[in-house]
């Protein structure tokens, strides 16, 4: 069953435009990571953010982290074409730290 | 070298047919997965594989069969199976179990399978 629920599922924006993608949870979490998936290949590990942190980055990306909210939003700023992928929030629980993804999100960036 | 091949990258078989998916890594990781994903829907965890030890499997039909001969190869036995199991099957390694280190799954680019 899937714990991450992102929103929105679909984005569309200019190139130079700010995406911003939010992940919802529903149990305690050890760490919520970001996965990039161009379309029919293999998932691309972006950023891993631990549940005592509250803001990461990583060149054009920022994650940030609510844990009384059960939420997290991963910021791509000056988006590129190139960033036309679909984006996957994964949340490790349990004392094995298990990944499970949520339902993705479609971002396309138009040139 | 930080890359997880899988082999083929495409296959296509009858019900009756037995074949393999293949996955290997040379970054000595020791936790190693098989994930199965269907058109835009998540992975979804089949198996995981710890110091060559089957660790998890998520009440995955009996027609898949997971193998790991060694550290740096991971099989997937297909036998018997049904149209509804065409997907990508996509492996991943990782330096621990679920690597609470760094957390960071290593992913091939896919099995894509088609059963007819």
């Known amino acids: 069953s899937q714990q991450g629920e992102e929103d929105p599922q679909a984005l569309s924006i200019q190139e130079g435009e700010n995406a911003t993608m939010n992940c919802s949870y529903k149990?305690?979490?050890?760490?919520l990571q970001w996965y990039r998936q161009n379309s029919g290949r293999g998932l691309v590990h972006l950023i891993l953010?631990?549940?005592?942190?509250r803001e990461k980055h990583s060149g054009r990306l920022r994650v940030t982290l609510d844990t009384s909210k059960k939420s997290s939003s991963l910021l791509i700023t000056a988006s590129r074409a190139a960033d036309t992928a679909s984006y996957f929030c994964?949340?490790?629980?349990?004392?094995?730290?298990?990944?499970?993804f949520g339902k993705g999100i479609t971002l396309s960036v138009r040139p | 070298d930080t890359e997880v091949t899988q082999t083929p990258k495409h296959l296509v078989m009858g019900m009756t047919n037995k074949k393999s998916l293949k996955c290997e890594q040379h970054?000595?990781?020791?936790?190693m997965y098989w994930y199965k994903q269907k058109a835009k829907k998540p992975p979804e965890l089949m198996f995981v594989y710890s110091y060559e030890k089957l660790s998890i499997n998520e009440s995955v039909p009996s027609r898949f069969s997971p193998e790991c001969p060694n550290s740096s190869l991971l099989n997937l036995h297909l036998h018997a199976l049904q149209p509804e199991d065409s997907a990508l099957y996509l492996c991943?390694?990782?330096?621990?179990?679920?690597?609470?280190?760094?957390?960071?799954?290593?992913f091939g680019e896919g099995s894509r399978l088609t059963v007819l």
């Open positions: 149990t305690s979490i050890n760490n």
């Open positions: 994964a949340t490790a629980t349990g004392a094995n730290s298990k990944l499970t």
């Open positions: 953010i631990r549940s005592n942190e």
């Open positions: 970054m000595g990781h020791r936790a």
């Open positions: 991943a390694s990782s330096q621990g179990f679920f690597d609470r280190g760094t957390g960071e799954l290593f």
